[in-house]
T-cell receptor, first 113, second 114 residues
């Protein structure tokens, strides 16, 4: 899978909207963009994913650049519970059997009260 | 949402002993995974498992490691014998399909090898 680049950390305040960037300049046409988050002492939690179009769910909005070389995870009205390490991961769609999530260091999101 | 359970939450054993980590995956899931995370480091893929077979394993999946899911019960990771460097948190995950299907993670088992 192609690599992603994320800032080591970002800081925000409760109630604000947070934009978490991810760069994936070598993304392939069949690679989905996945976001997971992890808090200490827990397993990673799925946030969202997309291929080409922007996507939205109850947790976040994923904005994907038209050339797909970058994406931004947008968290509206963050609370203290949104503090976590956010991972941007590329995965090949349709591959049967062999599959893995390749985690990097991710972005540590710090939320101030 | 769907829950993956892991038993025990914490295991302390002496180096050289055998240990079995248990994972209770989401009931209708078919693909199973183990990941390893050493304290303060990023999570690393160990192995995935489907239809009774290991499909892919990483370099971290040493010969001392084995996985199985007998009769659709727990998905287990066995380490025999254990080494000091096996101390880590081991996360189990499951998914309905392979490829790009969402993986659901358990809370992890913290293994301490003395």
């Amino acid at each position: 899978d192609a690599k992603t680049t994320q800032p080591d950390s970002m800081e925000s305040t409760e109630g604000e909207t947070v934009h978490l960037p991810c760069s994936h300049a070598t993304i392939s046409g069949n690679e989905y963009i996945y976001w997971y988050r992890q808090v200490p002492l827990q397993g990673p939690e799925y946030v969202t994913h997309g291929l080409q179009q922007n996507t939205t769910n109850s947790m976040a909005f994923l904005a994907i650049a038209s050339d797909r070389k970058s994406s931004t995870l947008i968290l509206p009205h963050v609370s203290l519970r949104d503090a976590a390490v956010y991972h941007c991961i590329l995965r090949v769609a349709g591959a049967e059997g062999a599959d893995r999530l390749t985690f990097g260091k991710g972005t540590q999101l710090i939320i101030q009260p | 949402g769907p829950k993956v359970l892991q038993i025990p939450s914490h295991q302390i054993i002496d180096m050289g002993q055998m240990v079995t980590l248990n994972c209770d995956p989401v009931s209708n899931h078919l693909y199973f995974y183990w990941y390893k995370q050493i304290l303060g480091q990023q999570m690393e893929f160990l192995v995935n498992f489907y239809n009774g077979k290991v499909m892919e394993k990483s370099k971290l999946f040493k010969d001392q490691f084995s996985v199985e899911r007998p009769d659709g019960s727990y998905f287990t990771l066995k380490i025999q014998p254990t080494a000091l460097e096996d101390s880590a948190v081991y996360f189990c995950a499951s998914s309905t399909a392979g490829g790009a299907a969402e993986q659901f993670f358990g809370p992890g088992t913290r293994l301490t090898v003395l």
